[in-house]
């Protein structure tokens, strides 16, 4: 076929590209950056309105569908299904579990944990949703509270849309696609055929949705610290301006593909968060950090269940439509985008630890990171009268920079955290640029010639430009409600998915000979 034959838009994205899906969740991402350049006060009051709607009549579906999840996956691990491996029965492991653990925990939690581990124990510390503020009391329900939010539901729901795409990618030979778990072969046209086109557009709705959010946090976070360090102004124009500037940087990593740029990036974030930590264990108050930790582990495994019951937390609605559904909407968002990415990155390993280990891992190490920057905050306020929940307070953002001004060499640990939050914007993004850009074709690796690098870029400033509108239309608020609005539809796929995933579990364990359950 010579290029005269070929559609300017494959010429352009390479042959591989799915127009269809390409311009249906073209269609969905382009008229909230058209409306948001022209009437940003307009998109956030949309934006609102599509937020009290879905906050007000689905928030039980958000909630019991993640305590579902976790259910759910771990039944699959421990049940005789673990042992089957997520490719040939006699392959190994393609990436050291350290970098496997770095990649998919850049990518599972990244900027939104460096924002949120002292922002929101410091909130609920100051504005718990029942109880007296201010107190040891509140500190510690504070804790509980985040080991909730950032715990075992965030990775089962992550896990929902992962499985079935390694399972079905490296054991059944299918395209790297949502559409291709629920269809029913390895054809990518026959599968198109059944209608599963919808499936990749929402896949992709969802991950642009709930990365932008992560992405205007980071820019936001940034800010706050260079304010904090060196007087730069904060509001929209200076977090465009940096929104803007590490895109330019994650789509020239993502162009290097998952080998080079993300792996190398995921060991740098796991690094740098190290030696944060070891910031604060030794500069903070290693014994209340560790007395923290061990409490709220305690209070989180004992009310574990009826907080994963509960449709309404604390005896208070609005509480939780404002933190829990938002999280757990945000995490369905994340869930095309992460699951596909650790989904592509566990070849060779059993379901039973692809499960545990994505489960168990990640979580232990942001709760550690978490009491280590919230409790340091928290003793900080309690006990040396440093008004830092006051700050948060007026502005969530300016949580970590605010403590570390109470730390010794404040300017060496702002330099060292804002290198780990752009080093984070830039995995992540990165990682659901190269997702997007996969879903945008027959599950072919992005920079492969025939899938183009131009699609890469294309994506990567869609990213940017959703980021930056959002930023404009409302700061934050608006970020949540991106996420919120954009997970809805996805969640029925998410069922659908483990429908499939277990039906296909079940006839593939049938046929291999088991001498033992585990």
């Known amino acids: 076929m010579t290029d005269k034959k070929i559609p300017g838009i494959k010429r352009l994205f390479g042959e591989e590209i799915d127009t269809r899906v390409l311009y249906g969740a073209t269609a969905l991402a382009l008229p909230f950056i058209i409306l948001g350049f022209i009437s940003p006060a307009m998109l956030g009051k949309a934006g609102s309105a599509a937020l009290d709607l879905l906050t007000g009549s689905f928030s039980w579906l958000y909630l019991m569908s993640c305590s579902f999840f ?10 005789p299904l673990g042992k089957i491996k997520l490719g040939r029965d006699d392959e190994t492991p393609e990436f050291s579990f350290l970098s496997w653990f770095a990649m998919l925990f850049s990518a599972g939690m990244g900027i939104g944990l460096i924002f949120w581990s002292c ?10 949703p029942a109880g007296e503020a201010g107190t040891a009391g509140a500190a510690r329900k504070a804790f509980e509270i985040f080991f909730f939010h950032w715990g075992l539901h965030a990775w089962a729901t992550y896990i929902v849309v992962g499985l079935p795409m390694a399972y079905f990618t490296f054991r059944k030979g299918r395209p790297a696609t949502i559409s291709s778990c629920i269809g029913t072969g390895t054809d990518p046209k026959k599968n198109v055929a059944l209608g599963n086109r919808t499936v990749n557009i929402l896949a992709i709705w969802a991950t642009i949705m709930g990365v932008v959010t992560s992405l205007g946090m980071g820019a936001i976070q940034i800010n706050s610290g260079l304010s904090h360090s060196i007087g730069i102004s904060t509001g929209p124009v200076p977090a465009a301006i940096i929104i803007a500037v590490i895109t330019i940087v994650f789509i020239l990593s993502a ?9 190398i990036l995921s060991l740098i974030n796991v690094t740098l968060m190290v030696v944060l930590l070891l910031f604060f264990f030794v500069l903070g108050p290693f014994k209340y950090i560790l ?12 009310d574990f269940v009826s907080l994963s019951t509960s449709f309404v937390l604390f005896d208070n609605p609005g509480w939780t439509k404002s933190w829990t559904v938002f999280y757990w909407a945000w995490w369905i968002a994340w869930a095309p985008f992460v699951g596909a990415f650790i989904a592509r990155i566990s070849r060779g390993r059993t379901i039973r630890q692809f499960i545990l280990v994505i489960l168990l891992a990640p979580t232990i190490f942001s709760y550690v990171f978490s009491t280590a920057l919230g409790g340091t905050a928290i003793y900080l306020d309690l006990f040396t009268n440093t008004a830092i929940g006051e700050a948060v307070k007026q502005s969530v953002e300016v949580a970590l920079f605010e403590t570390l001004s109470h730390l010794p060499l404040y300017g060496l640990l702002v330099f060292f955290t804002n290198v780990l939050i752009a080093s984070f914007f830039i995995t992540s993004a990165d990682s659901a640029t190269y997702v997007i850009s996969r879903y945008s074709t027959a599950g072919l690796e992005p920079g492969n010639p025939r899938a183009g ?13 959703l980021a930056i509108v959002l930023i404009f239309s409302g700061g934050l608020s608006s970020l949540q409600t991106a996420s919120i609005v954009g997970a809805f539809p996805f969640l029925i796929i998410m069922f659908i998915l483990l429908f499939v995933l277990i039906k296909e579990l079940i006839k593939d364990y049938k046929s291999i000979p088991h001498p033992s359950l585990f």
Not at 255 to 263: Q, S
């Open 119 to 128: 922002s929101e124990p410091m909130y609920h510390f100051m504005s718990p």
């Open 70 to 79: 976790v259910v759910a996956v771990i039944g699959i691990a421990l049940s």
């Open 255 to 263: 162009l290097t593909g998952v080998a080079k740029g993300i792996r």
């Open 453 to 465: 690098k131009r699609l890469i870029i294309f994506w990567g400033t869609i990213l940017g430009g």
């Open 291 to 302: 007395h923290t930790f061990l409490q709220a582990l305690t209070d989180y495994a004992k």
